[in-house]
Protein backbone atom coordinates (compact mmCIF):
# COMPACT_ATOMS: atom_id res chain seq x y z
CA UNK A 1 0.00 0.00 0.00
CA UNK A 2 1.20 3.37 -0.37
CA UNK A 3 1.09 5.34 2.49
CA UNK A 4 1.93 8.36 1.65
CA UNK A 5 -1.22 8.41 -0.80
CA UNK A 6 -3.43 6.63 1.57
CA UNK A 7 -2.55 9.41 4.00
CA UNK A 8 -3.94 12.01 1.27
CA UNK A 9 -6.96 10.03 0.85
CA UNK A 10 -7.72 10.23 4.24
CA UNK A 11 -6.99 14.10 4.56
CA UNK A 12 -9.23 15.04 1.78
CA UNK A 13 -12.12 12.55 3.43
CA UNK A 14 -11.30 14.55 6.61
CA UNK A 15 -10.89 18.06 4.86
CA UNK A 16 -14.24 18.14 2.80
CA UNK A 17 -15.71 17.44 6.00
CA UNK A 18 -14.22 20.46 7.63
CA UNK A 19 -14.91 22.97 4.47
CA UNK A 20 -18.91 22.12 4.20
CA UNK A 21 -18.90 23.01 7.94
CA UNK A 22 -16.55 25.96 7.44
CA UNK A 23 -18.41 27.53 4.62
CA UNK A 24 -21.39 27.53 7.38
CA UNK A 25 -19.39 29.56 9.38
CA UNK A 26 -17.80 31.91 6.75
CA UNK A 27 -20.50 32.43 4.94
CA UNK A 28 -22.70 33.78 8.84
CA UNK A 29 -19.59 35.67 9.49
CA UNK A 30 -19.58 37.67 5.36
CA UNK A 31 -23.20 38.98 5.93
CA UNK A 32 -23.50 39.31 10.03
CA UNK A 33 -20.14 39.73 11.59
CA UNK A 34 -21.33 37.28 13.58
CA UNK A 35 -19.22 33.91 14.76
CA UNK A 36 -22.16 31.45 14.73
CA UNK A 37 -20.76 28.60 17.83
CA UNK A 38 -23.67 27.05 17.61
CA UNK A 39 -23.01 25.55 13.91
CA UNK A 40 -21.53 22.60 15.26
CA UNK A 41 -24.30 21.26 17.08
CA UNK A 42 -26.45 22.02 13.80
CA UNK A 43 -24.16 19.34 12.00
CA UNK A 44 -24.93 17.06 15.61
CA UNK A 45 -28.84 17.65 15.25
CA UNK A 46 -28.04 16.55 11.45
CA UNK A 47 -26.66 13.56 12.50
CA UNK A 48 -28.83 12.30 14.89
CA UNK A 49 -31.87 13.27 12.39
CA UNK A 50 -30.26 11.14 9.91
CA UNK A 51 -29.76 8.15 12.04
CA UNK A 52 -33.32 8.37 13.14
CA UNK A 53 -34.63 9.09 9.45
CA UNK A 54 -32.22 6.33 8.33
CA UNK A 55 -34.14 3.73 11.27
CA UNK A 56 -37.20 4.67 10.00
CA UNK A 57 -36.39 3.73 6.15
CA UNK A 58 -34.45 0.24 7.29
CA UNK A 59 -37.98 -0.41 8.88
CA UNK A 60 -40.47 0.54 6.39
CA UNK A 61 -38.07 -0.29 3.08
CA UNK A 62 -35.57 -2.95 4.30
CA UNK A 63 -34.75 -3.60 0.63
CA UNK A 64 -33.51 -0.40 -0.04
CA UNK A 65 -29.95 -0.15 -1.89
CA UNK A 66 -27.49 1.53 0.73
CA UNK A 67 -26.94 4.61 -1.12
CA UNK A 68 -30.48 5.18 -1.47
CA UNK A 69 -31.25 4.82 1.99
CA UNK A 70 -27.94 7.23 2.53
CA UNK A 71 -29.57 9.73 0.24
CA UNK A 72 -33.17 9.73 2.16
CA UNK A 73 -31.15 9.91 5.48
CA UNK A 74 -29.21 13.05 4.26
CA UNK A 75 -32.36 14.54 2.49
CA UNK A 76 -34.43 14.30 5.51
CA UNK A 77 -31.86 16.11 7.54
CA UNK A 78 -31.48 18.97 5.75
CA UNK A 79 -35.12 20.13 6.73
CA UNK A 80 -34.29 19.50 10.37
CA UNK A 81 -31.03 21.57 10.39
CA UNK A 82 -32.56 24.50 7.76
CA UNK A 83 -35.82 25.14 10.52
CA UNK A 84 -33.48 24.98 13.76
CA UNK A 85 -31.09 27.13 12.27
CA UNK A 86 -33.84 29.27 11.02
CA UNK A 87 -34.92 29.10 15.18
CA UNK A 88 -31.39 30.00 16.08
CA UNK A 89 -31.53 33.03 13.60
CA UNK A 90 -34.83 34.68 14.37
CA UNK A 91 -34.72 34.57 18.06
CA UNK A 92 -31.39 34.37 19.12
CA UNK A 93 -29.14 36.29 16.24
CA UNK A 94 -31.59 38.46 14.80
CA UNK A 95 -32.66 40.62 17.84
CA UNK A 96 -28.84 41.31 18.39
CA UNK A 97 -27.66 42.24 15.58
CA UNK A 98 -27.07 45.93 16.37
CA UNK A 99 -26.08 44.97 19.66
CA UNK A 100 -22.04 45.14 20.64
CA UNK A 101 -20.40 42.32 19.10
CA UNK A 102 -19.63 40.00 23.14
CA UNK A 103 -23.83 39.81 23.11
CA UNK A 104 -24.07 37.63 19.66
CA UNK A 105 -20.89 35.76 20.79
CA UNK A 106 -22.13 34.44 24.20
CA UNK A 107 -25.98 34.04 22.80
CA UNK A 108 -24.28 31.65 20.41
CA UNK A 109 -22.24 29.72 23.07
CA UNK A 110 -25.33 29.46 24.91
CA UNK A 111 -27.26 28.22 21.88
CA UNK A 112 -24.98 25.14 21.81
CA UNK A 113 -25.02 24.42 25.36
CA UNK A 114 -28.92 24.49 24.28
CA UNK A 115 -28.78 22.29 21.22
CA UNK A 116 -26.76 19.64 23.08
CA UNK A 117 -28.72 19.72 25.95
CA UNK A 118 -32.05 18.84 23.80
CA UNK A 119 -29.95 16.20 21.78
CA UNK A 120 -29.25 14.56 24.97
CA UNK A 121 -32.93 14.80 26.01
CA UNK A 122 -33.64 13.26 22.72
CA UNK A 123 -31.61 10.77 21.63
CA UNK A 124 -29.61 9.82 25.22
CA UNK A 125 -26.43 10.35 26.39
CA UNK A 126 -24.96 7.08 25.30
CA UNK A 127 -23.33 7.13 21.56
CA UNK A 128 -25.17 5.79 19.22
CA UNK A 129 -24.00 3.29 16.27
CA UNK A 130 -24.64 4.07 12.68
CA UNK A 131 -25.60 1.69 10.87
CA UNK A 132 -23.19 0.25 8.05
CA UNK A 133 -25.56 0.65 4.94
CA UNK A 134 -22.78 0.51 2.23
CA UNK A 135 -20.55 -1.67 1.31
CA UNK A 136 -17.46 -2.58 3.20
CA UNK A 137 -15.58 -3.75 0.86
CA UNK A 138 -12.51 -0.45 0.41
CA UNK A 139 -11.68 0.51 -3.45
CA UNK A 140 -8.08 0.44 -3.76
CA UNK A 141 -6.87 3.46 -5.90
CA UNK A 142 -2.96 3.67 -6.88
CA UNK A 143 -2.23 1.52 -3.96
CA UNK A 144 -4.27 3.44 -1.38
CA UNK A 145 -7.96 2.29 0.33
CA UNK A 146 -11.16 4.54 0.08
CA UNK A 147 -14.24 2.77 1.36
CA UNK A 148 -17.42 3.33 -0.82
CA UNK A 149 -19.06 5.72 1.87
CA UNK A 150 -15.67 8.01 1.72
CA UNK A 151 -16.21 7.76 -2.06
CA UNK A 152 -20.07 9.39 -1.83
CA UNK A 153 -18.72 11.96 0.93
CA UNK A 154 -15.80 13.21 -1.74
CA UNK A 155 -18.66 13.16 -3.92
CA UNK A 156 -21.54 15.61 -2.32
CA UNK A 157 -18.68 17.18 -1.01
CA UNK A 158 -17.19 18.29 -3.95
CA UNK A 159 -20.78 18.57 -5.83
CA UNK A 160 -22.40 21.13 -2.69
CA UNK A 161 -19.17 23.40 -2.99
CA UNK A 162 -19.21 23.63 -6.69
CA UNK A 163 -23.12 24.11 -6.37
CA UNK A 164 -22.12 27.36 -4.31
CA UNK A 165 -19.75 28.33 -6.32
CA UNK A 166 -22.12 28.54 -8.98
CA UNK A 167 -25.06 29.94 -6.71
CA UNK A 168 -22.90 33.03 -5.26
CA UNK A 169 -20.84 34.14 -8.55
CA UNK A 170 -23.49 33.16 -11.38
CA UNK A 171 -27.06 33.72 -10.10
CA UNK A 172 -29.06 37.22 -8.90
CA UNK A 173 -29.09 36.09 -5.21
CA UNK A 174 -25.69 35.32 -4.78
CA UNK A 175 -25.28 38.85 -6.07
CA UNK A 176 -27.30 40.10 -3.16
CA UNK A 177 -24.74 38.15 -1.06
CA UNK A 178 -22.13 39.24 -2.24
CA UNK A 179 -23.58 43.07 -1.67
CA UNK A 180 -24.59 42.36 1.60
CA UNK A 181 -21.51 41.19 2.62
CA UNK A 182 -20.02 44.30 1.43
CA UNK A 183 -22.07 46.90 3.19
CA UNK A 184 -25.82 46.07 4.10
CA UNK A 185 -27.05 49.01 4.83
CA UNK A 186 -26.17 50.13 1.23
CA UNK A 187 -27.42 47.03 -0.47
CA UNK A 188 -30.48 47.70 1.36
CA UNK A 189 -30.72 51.29 0.16
CA UNK A 190 -30.08 49.46 -3.15
CA UNK A 191 -33.51 47.24 -2.94
CA UNK A 192 -31.58 44.25 -1.87
CA UNK A 193 -33.80 42.41 0.84
CA UNK A 194 -31.13 42.17 3.55
CA UNK A 195 -33.29 39.68 5.66
CA UNK A 196 -33.68 37.50 2.99
CA UNK A 197 -30.74 37.42 2.28
CA UNK A 198 -29.72 36.24 5.56
CA UNK A 199 -31.97 33.59 5.87
CA UNK A 200 -30.90 32.39 2.75
CA UNK A 201 -27.11 32.19 4.17
CA UNK A 202 -28.80 30.59 7.34
CA UNK A 203 -30.22 27.80 4.85
CA UNK A 204 -27.70 26.96 3.00
CA UNK A 205 -25.44 26.97 5.89
CA UNK A 206 -27.77 24.44 7.38
CA UNK A 207 -27.96 22.16 4.53
CA UNK A 208 -24.05 21.94 4.21
CA UNK A 209 -24.23 21.10 8.13
CA UNK A 210 -26.54 18.53 7.26
CA UNK A 211 -24.79 17.08 4.62
CA UNK A 212 -21.42 17.06 6.73
CA UNK A 213 -22.97 15.75 9.83
CA UNK A 214 -24.80 12.54 7.72
CA UNK A 215 -21.58 11.70 6.45
CA UNK A 216 -19.47 12.19 9.66
CA UNK A 217 -21.75 9.93 11.41
CA UNK A 218 -21.37 7.24 8.58
CA UNK A 219 -17.97 7.66 7.83
CA UNK A 220 -17.02 7.39 11.55
CA UNK A 221 -20.20 5.17 12.27
CA UNK A 222 -21.13 6.49 15.09
CA UNK A 223 -23.20 9.67 16.52
CA UNK A 224 -24.20 11.17 19.90
CA UNK A 225 -25.53 14.73 21.32
CA UNK A 226 -21.71 16.21 21.49
CA UNK A 227 -20.53 14.95 18.68
CA UNK A 228 -20.71 18.21 16.72
CA UNK A 229 -18.15 20.58 18.70
CA UNK A 230 -14.76 19.08 17.79
CA UNK A 231 -15.52 19.04 13.95
CA UNK A 232 -17.07 22.54 14.73
CA UNK A 233 -14.42 24.13 16.64
CA UNK A 234 -11.91 22.73 13.80
CA UNK A 235 -13.79 24.02 10.99
CA UNK A 236 -13.95 27.37 12.65
CA UNK A 237 -10.35 27.24 12.66
CA UNK A 238 -10.42 26.14 8.69
CA UNK A 239 -12.51 28.72 7.84
CA UNK A 240 -9.99 31.83 10.09
CA UNK A 241 -6.63 29.45 8.09
CA UNK A 242 -8.30 30.03 4.83
CA UNK A 243 -9.49 33.55 5.83
CA UNK A 244 -12.65 34.17 7.34
CA UNK A 245 -15.61 35.62 5.16
CA UNK A 246 -14.54 34.31 2.28
CA UNK A 247 -16.38 31.24 1.23
CA UNK A 248 -12.92 30.01 -1.45
CA UNK A 249 -11.04 30.64 1.72
CA UNK A 250 -12.89 27.81 3.89
CA UNK A 251 -12.91 25.36 0.94
CA UNK A 252 -9.12 25.82 0.63
CA UNK A 253 -8.79 25.86 4.56
CA UNK A 254 -10.66 23.09 5.69
CA UNK A 255 -9.04 20.63 2.58
CA UNK A 256 -5.73 21.93 4.11
CA UNK A 257 -6.46 21.02 7.33
CA UNK A 258 -7.55 17.77 6.88
CA UNK A 259 -4.39 17.12 5.11
CA UNK A 260 -2.34 18.54 7.49
CA UNK A 261 -3.78 16.61 10.28
CA UNK A 262 -3.72 12.97 8.34
CA UNK A 263 0.01 13.57 7.51
CA UNK A 264 0.74 15.11 10.49
CA UNK A 265 -0.41 11.79 12.61
CA UNK A 266 0.84 9.77 10.10
CA UNK A 267 4.69 10.66 9.78
CA UNK A 268 5.40 13.02 12.64
CA UNK A 269 3.60 10.00 14.55
CA UNK A 270 6.17 7.61 12.65
CA UNK A 271 8.66 9.40 13.10
CA UNK A 272 8.14 10.19 16.92
CA UNK A 273 6.94 6.29 17.62
CA UNK A 274 3.69 7.30 17.61
CA UNK A 275 4.37 9.60 20.57
CA UNK A 276 2.86 12.63 18.39
CA UNK A 277 0.66 10.00 16.28
CA UNK A 278 -2.90 9.96 15.66
CA UNK A 279 -3.87 10.38 19.39
CA UNK A 280 -2.54 13.85 19.60
CA UNK A 281 -3.28 14.74 15.53
CA UNK A 282 -5.14 17.90 16.67
CA UNK A 283 -2.24 19.61 17.42
CA UNK A 284 -0.65 19.76 14.34
CA UNK A 285 -3.79 21.94 12.85
CA UNK A 286 -3.57 24.31 15.60
CA UNK A 287 -0.11 25.04 15.34
CA UNK A 288 -0.16 25.60 11.94
CA UNK A 289 -3.29 27.87 12.55
CA UNK A 290 -0.97 29.87 15.43
CA UNK A 291 1.56 29.75 12.08
CA UNK A 292 -0.46 31.31 9.64
CA UNK A 293 -2.18 33.71 11.79
CA UNK A 294 1.07 35.12 13.35
CA UNK A 295 2.29 35.41 9.83
CA UNK A 296 -0.82 36.67 7.50
CA UNK A 297 -3.63 37.40 10.46
CA UNK A 298 -5.93 37.63 7.57
CA UNK A 299 -5.73 34.08 6.68
CA UNK A 300 -4.31 32.37 3.55
CA UNK A 301 -6.57 33.64 1.44
CA UNK A 302 -7.32 36.86 2.72
CA UNK A 303 -10.46 38.44 4.03
CA UNK A 304 -12.92 40.15 1.30
CA UNK A 305 -15.49 41.98 3.66
CA UNK A 306 -15.06 45.23 3.59
CA UNK A 307 -14.98 47.57 6.78
CA UNK A 308 -18.66 48.60 7.07
CA UNK A 309 -19.62 52.31 7.73
Given amino acids: MDIFFQQIINGLVLGSMYALIALGYTMVYGVLNLINFAHGDVLMIGAM ?3 TILKLVQGAAPGLPGIVQLIIAILGAIPVCVIVSLII ?20 IGVSILLQTLAMMIWGRSPVAFPQVMSSEPLIIMGALISPTQ ?27 RATAENPRIAGLMGVDVNRV ?15 GVMWAANYSTA ?12 FCA ?7 NIYGAMVGGLL ?10 YIGDLTGDFLGSNYQDIFAFVVLIIVLTL ?14
Fill in 49 to 51: AGL
Fill in 296 to 309: RPSGIMGERVADRA
Fill in 257 to 266: LGLIESLGAG
Fill in 151 to 177: VMLLILAFAAMAGLVFMVEKTRMGRAM
Fill in 89 to 108: ERVAYRPLRNAPRLAPLITA
Fill in 224 to 235: QFAMGFVPGLKA
Fill in 239 to 245: AVLGGIG
Fill in 198 to 212: IVLTFIIGAALAAIA
